[in-house]
């Protein structure tokens, strides 16, 4: 080995140049074992999607969806897996694409369907972050658009997809306008401006409750002492 070229390209002389070589081969030595197991997940979690794809479509269709489901203990229905759906950011109702599969599986750092499964506690925390869940909420109506240029969507099926989404948050306002939009004979259809609408409006009512219950905390108790004593 040439110590006087070591050093013109490592800046170190002698045996630091030695020791600045073996660091080196060491880091490529680490990047190279990450970027294998980078490639052997990527691989295992492609294997885990062609074993729900459909083999005619190369997609995981609804057959598929529900099998999944049923592995991971989930009813199809359960608001998870739309929120699954939202982290693979699909596209197609029913159909997750091998990239969306990808996408999806990488950020939650899962390749098998046990992983999967025990990461679905988690992404629910993150989608109920207010900075997320707004996203996830308008998320939940484009997915539902099923048809070419459809831009609303029929009220049996809003009914459906308030109580799934909005359900366990505001549970009193998402009864009272489903029970609303059952009964009403104006509206066939709800577009995107009036199903934001509705969680702005599911906002306020909290905040104007929040509000008031804290008026209530102070005054309540002097109003009773008025009265009393």
Known sequence: MNLETDKHWTGCT?????????FDIKGVTKMSTSSKATSKELERIDNLFYSYANGSSAMIDPEGI????????????????????????????GYFTLEEWRRGLKALRADTVNKLKKALPELEKEVKRPSNFVDFYSYAFRYCLTEEKQKSIDIESICELLDLVLGSQFRVQVDLFVEYLKTQNDYKVI??????????????????????????????????????Y
């Open 14 to 22: 002698e045996f630091p140049a030695l020791h600045c070589i073996s």
């Open 66 to 93: 529900e099998n999944l489901c049923s592995d991971m203990e989930v009813d199809h229905t359960d608001a998870r897996i739309l929120m699954l759906a939202w982290k693979m950011k699909a596209e197609k109702q």
């Open 191 to 228: 577009n995107m401006d009036q199903w934001m609408g509705f969680y702005r409006f599911c906002n306020e009512v909290l905040l104007l409750l929040v509000t008031v219950s804290k008026v209530l905390l102070v005054f309540l108790p002097l109003y009773f002492f008025s009265i009393y």
